[in-house]
Nanobody
Framework: QVQLVESGGGLVQAGGSLRLSCAAS????????MGWFRQAPGKDREFVAS????????DYAISVKGRFTISRDNAKRTMYLQMNNLKPEDTAIYHC?????WGQGTQVTVSS
């Protein structure tokens, strides 16, 4: 059974940092492209960042480039999103994705 479980969300002040984790099971994690997406209230889900199976190629949305860093540890079957200099507009539910599989999400709230 495929599972993607996010953690690490919370409430933080603007300028603060959070580190999200996505623990994967039930599929060959190291073979899969992985990504982070987010959905703010009343908005469509949007791409945040992605990483290839080896962890050697990454991509970022313009809005987070230079502030967020995606990484993965294939031995731990876990993907991460380090978020620095958070802004109120980063407030959203953050979901991880592996292939066609999605996690339930973790809430990130940034206060001004």
């Amino acid at each position: 059974q495929v599972q993607l479980v996010e953690s690490g969300g919370g409430l933080v002040q603007a300028g603060g940092s959070l580190r999200l984790s996505c623990a994967a099971s039930g599929f060959p994690f190291e073979d899969f492209w992985m990504g982070w997406f987010r959905q703010a209230p009343g908005k469509d889900r949007e791409f945040v960042a992605s990483i290839n199976g080896y962890g050697t190629t990454t991509d970022y949305a313009i809005s987070v480039k230079g502030r967020f860093t995606i990484s993965r540890d294939n031995a731990k079957r876990t993907m991460y999103l380090q978020m620095n200099n958070l802004k109120p507009e980063d407030t959203a539910i953050y979901h991880c994705r592996g292939g066609d599989y999605w996690g339930q999400g973790t809430q990130v709230t940034v206060s001004s």
